[in-house]
């Protein structure tokens, strides 16, 4: 009995052995740079193909036609490359996957190389095997060329994630909503001649346990929200107040429901700092599966708001609290904006409802997409509003810096922002100790209608340097007296207003002319002054400029009264 069970046994290992499953499966292979049909420039191209396999790749040979140009046995998440040196000409490449079992799989594609070197390009952020947390993350690269790159293309695997043809300093940037996994990112130049070339990492995005919902006030000290809780949805319209401080951490992305918000500093102190980094920015964004301008209420700060309250590289995108704005400050308050996206906004960008309200750093900002103009404020603090922002691509032709009618009293230069200064009632210049307004070169000013700038009135120190600005109407089509004009009054100090090489036309809306002095001397050269329904500078008053000088040294045209008049002459 013992015989027959160990010959048995053995039979059945013999079966087993004979049984034993053969791979007969080949790998799969693509070649994901150079792309089929591309072309590089000549030199030294990596040529970079992803391969699977149900078991194992073992290595991938690459061939120029025939001629083997090298292997790689190692990869790096399924990703193999090689070194080729191009030569000038059509050049058809092949990558060859092998298993352990032997099965090959392969992938060609046609490629032209240029007679010239191609563009250099190199992903600096993140660092290639880096891990990233859950957010928003801006990948860049940095990309030369002798005859200059057109442009970057950013890839997450094979899903484009946007363009940029606008570097700073050589380097190409874009932003990047990041998910949970492994990621191999792609950044392809292109120069003038269409020349390509590419450079790939891979890392790893981990965190994200949300959805963390908020729904109660921000009081009493500090609450801190990480990227690892993301997404955080707001329930509700948050108050943050009664000393409470939230501080939102870098790559947050935080939701808001419909109707819901931020209010801050209203009856107690209250700040809310959103600090995020170039590299990893800070979203706010609606919770709607299909967001629409002003689903949620946006940020409204109040007097005891805290100085100290700021976004910085952040995304501000569909708020606006109803008939306001996406950002609003309702008191004499401060707080710090730069570096800051502000789109989809229902109405305004930014209200400053108040004549003592300012923005600090105002720097690095992009307000677009709003329905309304990206800024509406006051005139008292536009001295304190900064440049170097792009305020363009509002709706209904809304480009332009919207300016409440009211006093400056503050010395302070109007910067030229890219975008016109539209003032929408009378400006007043002056104070008792004396407010100077510059305005920088190549400022664009529209008056609405009935408007003027005034200054030095009744008591009140004023004056007006303006070189290279215009002064115009901010109708469609312009007419003569659209606008008042600008007015120059007894209290004005002389040596402190003047207008040079400045384009001043469509105003003498009540007759006067496009400038009116009383008791004035104010130094007007080089100026284009036209279309006045008056006069084109209107003079009162025992002083007043030399009157042939003044037609001498400027250009009048299409005035109705005449170029100069002189009320005692």
Same mark, same amino acid.
């Given at each position: 009995?013992?015989?027959?069970?160990?010959?048995?046994?053995?039979?059945?290992?013999?079966?087993?052995?004979?049984?034993?499953?053969?791979?007969?499966?080949?790998?799969?292979?693509?070649?994901?740079?150079?792309?089929?049909?591309?072309?590089?420039?000549?030199?030294?191209?990596?040529?970079?193909?992803?391969?699977?396999?149900?078991?194992?790749?073992?290595?991938?040979?690459?061939?120029?036609?025939?001629?083997?140009?090298?292997? @790689? &046995?190692? !990869? +790096?998440?399924? $990703?193999?490359?090689? =070194?080729? %040196?191009?030569?000038? *000409? /059509?050049?058809?490449?092949? #990558?060859?996957?092998? @298993? &352990?079992? !032997? +099965?090959?799989? $392969?992938?060609?594609? =046609?490629? %032209?190389?240029?007679? *010239? /070197?191609?563009?250099?390009? #190199?992903?600096?952020?993140? &660092?290639? !095997?880096?891990?990233?947390?859950?957010?928003?993350?801006?990948?860049?690269?940095?990309?030369?060329?002798?005859?200059?790159?057109?442009?970057?293309?950013?890839?997450?695997?094979?899903?484009?994630?946007?363009?940029?043809?606008?570097?700073?300093?050589?380097?190409?940037?874009?932003?990047?909503?990041?998910?949970?996994?492994?990621?191999?990112?792609?950044?392809?130049?292109?120069?003038?001649?269409?020349?390509?070339?590419?450079?790939?990492?891979?890392?790893?995005?981990?965190?994200?346990?949300?959805?963390?919902?908020?729904?109660?006030?921000?009081?009493?000290?500090?609450?801190?929200?990480?990227?690892?809780?993301?997404?955080?949805?707001?329930?509700?319209?948050?108050?943050?107040?009664?000393?409470?401080?939230?501080?939102?951490?870098?790559?947050?992305?935080?939701?808001?429901?419909?109707?819901?918000?931020?209010?801050?500093?209203?009856?107690?102190?209250?700040?809310?700092?959103?600090?995020?980094?170039?590299?990893?920015?800070?979203?706010?964004?609606?919770?709607?599966?299909?967001?629409?301008?002003?689903?949620?209420?946006?940020?409204?700060?109040?007097?005891?708001?805290?100085?100290?309250?700021?976004?910085?590289?952040?995304?501000?995108?569909?708020?606006?609290?109803?008939?306001?704005?996406?950002?609003?400050?309702?008191?004499?308050?401060?707080?710090?904006?730069?570096?800051?996206?502000?789109?989809?906004?229902?109405?305004?960008?930014?209200?400053?409802?108040?004549?003592?309200?300012?923005?600090?750093?105002?720097?690095?900002?992009?307000?677009?997409?709003?329905?309304?103009?990206?800024?509406?404020?006051?005139?008292?603090?536009?001295?304190?509003?900064?440049?170097?922002?792009?305020?363009?691509?509002?709706?209904?032709?809304?480009?332009?810096?919207?300016?409440?009618?009211?006093?400056?009293?503050?010395?302070?230069?109007?910067?030229?922002?890219?975008?016109?200064?539209?003032?929408?009632?009378?400006?007043?210049?002056?104070?008792?100790?004396?407010?100077?307004?510059?305005?920088?070169?190549?400022?664009?000013?529209?008056?609405?209608?009935?408007?003027?700038?005034?200054?030095?009135?009744?008591?009140?120190?004023?004056?007006?340097?303006?070189?290279?600005?215009?002064?115009?109407?901010?109708?469609?089509?312009?007419?003569?007296?659209?606008?008042?004009?600008?007015?120059?009054?007894?209290?004005?100090?002389?040596?402190?207003?003047?207008?040079?090489?400045?384009?001043?036309?469509?105003?003498?809306?009540?007759?006067?002319?496009?400038?009116?002095?009383?008791?004035?001397?104010?130094?007007?050269?080089?100026?284009?002054?036209?279309?006045?329904?008056?006069?084109?500078?209107?003079?009162?008053?025992?002083?007043?400029?030399?009157?042939?000088?003044?037609?001498?040294?400027?250009?009048?045209?299409?005035?109705?009264?005449?170029?100069?008049?002189?009320?005692?002459?």
């Amino acid at each position: 009995m013992q015989k027959w069970l160990v010959l048995a046994a053995a039979a059945v290992v013999l079966v087993i052995a004979a049984c034993t499953i053969v791979d007969t499966t080949s790998p799969v292979v693509a070649i994901v740079y150079p792309t089929d049909g591309s072309t590089v420039g000549a030199g030294s191209v990596t040529i970079k193909a992803v391969a699977t396999d149900n078991k194992a790749v073992t290595k991938v040979e690459f061939y120029d036609a025939s001629t083997k140009i090298g292997e @790689d &046995a190692t !990869g +790096n998440a399924d $990703t193999f490359d090689v =070194s080729w %040196t191009a030569t000038a *000409g /059509a050049h058809t490449l092949k #990558a060859v996957a092998s @298993d &352990a079992a !032997g +099965n090959q799989g $392969t992938s060609t594609i =046609s490629v %032209t190389v240029s007679s *010239g /070197a191609g563009p250099t390009v #190199a992903i600096v952020y993140p &660092a290639n !095997g880096a891990t990233v947390g859950v957010g928003v993350t801006t990948i860049k690269a940095t990309a030369t060329d002798a005859k200059g790159v057109t442009k970057v293309v950013f890839f997450d695997g094979s899903t484009t994630l946007g363009t940029d043809t606008t570097a700073v300093a050589d380097t190409f940037s874009v932003s990047w909503t990041t998910t949970t996994g492994s990621h191999t990112l792609k950044a392809v130049a292109t120069n003038q001649d269409g020349v390509t070339a590419s450079d790939s990492i891979t890392v790893t995005v981990t965190g994200g346990s949300g959805p963390t919902e908020h729904s109660q006030d921000i009081v009493g000290g500090d609450s801190i929200w990480y990227p690892s809780g993301n997404p955080h949805i707001v329930m509700d319209y948050l108050r943050i107040y009664q000393n409470g401080r939230l501080i939102i951490k870098p790559g947050c992305v935080v939701k808001f429901v419909t109707d819901a918000g931020f209010q801050v500093g209203n009856s107690s102190a209250g700040e809310l700092d959103a600090v995020g980094t170039a590299e990893s920015t800070i979203t706010f964004t609606s919770n709607n599966t299909t967001p629409n301008a002003g689903d949620w209420k946006g940020f409204d700060f109040y007097n005891q708001t805290r100085t100290s309250t700021q976004f910085s590289y952040c995304d501000i995108n569909y708020g606006c609290y109803p008939d306001w704005a996406a950002v609003i400050l309702e008191g004499d308050q401060t707080i710090g904006i730069n570096h800051t996206t502000i789109h989809n906004s229902s109405n305004y960008g930014i209200q400053l409802g108040s004549a003592g309200a300012y923005i600090t750093g105002f720097t690095g900002n992009t307000i677009t997409a709003c329905t309304n103009y990206p800024i509406y404020c006051y005139p008292g603090k536009l001295g304190m509003l900064t440049g170097g922002n792009t305020l363009t691509g509002n709706g209904n032709g809304k480009n332009a810096i919207c300016v409440y009618g009211g006093d400056v009293t503050e010395t302070g230069t109007w910067v030229n922002q890219g975008v016109p200064y539209f003032l929408s009632g009378d400006v007043y210049v002056g104070s008792s100790s004396g407010a100077y307004v510059t305005i920088a070169k190549g400022t664009t000013v529209q008056s609405g209608t009935g408007v003027h700038i005034s200054i030095g009135n009744s008591s009140s120190v004023g004056g007006l340097i303006a070189d290279s600005v215009t002064f115009t109407s901010a109708a469609t089509s312009p007419q003569k007296g659209d606008w008042y004009g600008i007015w120059f009054y007894p209290t004005c100090t002389d040596a402190q207003c003047l207008l040079t090489r400045c384009n001043i036309g469509y105003g003498g809306g009540d007759i006067e002319g496009d400038i009116w002095l009383e008791d004035a001397k104010p130094t007007i050269t080089g100026c284009s002054i036209h279309d006045s329904k008056g006069w084109g500078v209107d003079c009162q008053g025992p002083e007043y400029p030399n009157l042939d000088s003044l037609k001498a040294d400027n250009t009048f045209a299409n005035n109705d009264s005449g170029p100069v008049h002189f009320a005692g002459k």
